[in-house]
């Protein structure tokens, strides 16, 4: 149990903190669809008896390369290349993935954590906030003029894949709770829930990392109670989070 | 003829190619330091490509080159999202350690009044005034400035470029600007240069109340090589 909370907060943390800048790139879908890039990974992981979140981040490392370098020579947004490939990889990965794993593994079970995992996860943890933290004034400057972030010398290819990659550690690390397919919702609703209520940056960042760890503690938590899998009641508590955030708005014209 | 050392930038044969099309053609120029010059022409006449050439932001043919010390500044036409939340203090302090109240105070804004104020919530002619902030923060001493086509009333846009004109006076700035607005390029500019592709009219900018000038603007482009552009003379 303490591990799993151990892996809640370091995830809620850091999904919360990069997908402040998904949901700004108009990106939050695409953490979604690159979590099923993972499956073929975790597959391959439990076949050959290694660590399948090692096997999921090869995975997703890859396919956000393959994904730049895509994006680079076709223009296509990320939005739509995930799309391409996500749905290729999942369609492997479900033949790959042994049926008595398959609900695990889209699903995911956070019970059966150990010390390595939650090690891994505060490790990754940390890493992504840190180095979020250093292209985050790049990553904002770019969106909003790509002209003013050139003329600065940012090299906005570059920070993008450093980017991606970033977010594919993170949704690896995600999968640990709510299984390849949910994860996608720690990396949007937190964010878009800090996004109705803040006006400028640092409260919305602060926000969102905020909101993802109160999510994560909390669907851990009553997983823990109610004896069920955690990642639909992470996706529940979050939602109550933004449908909270949403009345305060409504009802209070409330913005931080 | 004044001595080299006075001009701050010499254009070449210029050209730059994007998707195999030609914007812009065979483009030659030089201008001294100090001066305003105005880059007028039609819509898609290749105004913006230039700057982003002068910027050294996309690939070009011929030559471009900064005489001496140089330091660009740059105001975009426009923002690609205004719905980041930012606030006003926070986009400034991107720029490394400005005096972020005195810079605000420099182009005519209450510091007081905007901020803690979002991006996304200036009126045009605020956000304007926030953007030559950004520009001017590190004290650049050539300042490209790509007019905005809506968004500002010709009230604080008189305004705006009164601002600057004070501004490049004060700190010897060159400026180099785009706008569409013949009364702004004759009130607010030294020189002007009408791009249709290719260079239709270099020239003083009192020269554009001139009817024929004009035709020549926004005519059908006749296109001009000059070797030697200086001053207000031009070398042939």
């Known amino acids: ?256 | 003829m004044e001595a080299p050392g006075d001009y701050i930038l010499k254009v070449t044969k210029l050209s730059i190619e994007i998707a195999n099309q030609k914007i812009v053609d065979n483009l030659s120029f030089a201008i001294k330091k100090g001066i305003t010059l105005a880059i007028v022409g039609p819509n898609a006449a290749g105004k913006t490509t230039l700057f982003r050439a002068l910027l050294n932001l996309i690939p070009y043919g011929g030559h471009i080159e900064w005489i001496g010390e140089v330091k660009i500044g740059y105001v975009p036409q426009t923002l690609s999202a205004r719905d980041i939340p930012i606030s006003v203090k926070e986009f400034l302090s991107f720029k490394n350690g400005p005096d972020i109240d005195q810079v605000l105070a420099s182009v005519g804004l209450n510091p007081g009044a905007v901020l803690n104020k979002s991006l996304g919530t200036l009126s045009g002619g605020q956000l304007r005034r926030v953007l030559i902030a950004w520009a001017i923060a590190d004290k650049p001493n050539v300042l490209l400035f790509d007019e905005p086509t809506t968004g500002v009333d010709s009230d604080s846009e008189e305004a705006i470029y009164g601002m600057l004109r004070r501004l490049t006076a004060k700190e010897n700035i060159t400026l180099i600007l785009i706008s569409h607005d013949l009364h702004i390029i004759r009130e607010y500019s030294d020189y002007v240069l009408a791009l249709n592709k290719c260079m239709v009219f270099f020239g003083e900018s009192k020269e554009v109340a001139n009817p024929a000038i004009q035709k020549l603007i926004y005519g059908e482009p006749v296109c001009r090589v000059y070797g030697e552009a200086h001053g207000g003379t031009i070398g042939l």
């Open chain 1, 1 to 256: 149990m303490v591990y799993s909370l151990v892996v809640g907060v370091a995830v809620g943390l850091s999904a919360g903190y990069i997908g402040s800048i998904m949901v700004l790139e108009k990106m939050a879908l695409v953490g979604d669809a690159l979590s099923h890039v993972a499956l073929p990974g975790i597959a391959i992981g439990l076949l050959l008896n290694f660590n399948p979140f090692v096997g999921a981040f090869a995975f997703l490392f890859i396919s956000a390369v393959i994904i730049w370098q895509l994006q680079r020579v076709t223009k296509l947004s990320f939005e739509t290349l995930v799309g391409a490939v996500f749905t290729l990889a999942l369609a492997i990965g479900i033949l790959l993935v042994p049926q008595t794993d398959l609900l695990e593994v889209l699903f995911g079970d956070i019970t059966k954590v150990d010390l390595i995992d939650a090690m891994a996860a505060i490790v990754v943890s940390i890493a992504v906030i840190v180095l979020t933290r250093a292209i985050y004034r790049k990553i904002v400057l770019s969106l909003i003029s790509e002209e003013l972030a050139a003329s600065k010398g940012i090299n906005v290819a570059r920070t993008n894949l450093l980017f991606l990659l970033l977010v594919s550690l993170t949704v690896a690390i995600g999968i640990m709770i709510t299984g390849t397919l949910l994860v996608g919702f720690l990396v949007v609703t937190p964010a878009a829930a800090a996004r109705i209520v803040s006006g400028n940056l640092s409260r919305y960042v602060k926000l969102s990392a905020a909101f993802g760890v109160i999510a994560s503690v909390a669907g851990i938590l009553l997983s823990d109670i109610f004896n069920i899998l955690p990642g639909p009641l992470v996706v529940f508590s979050g939602v109550a989070i933004f449908a909270a955030v949403i009345i305060v708005r409504w009802r209070m014209k409330f913005t931080f």
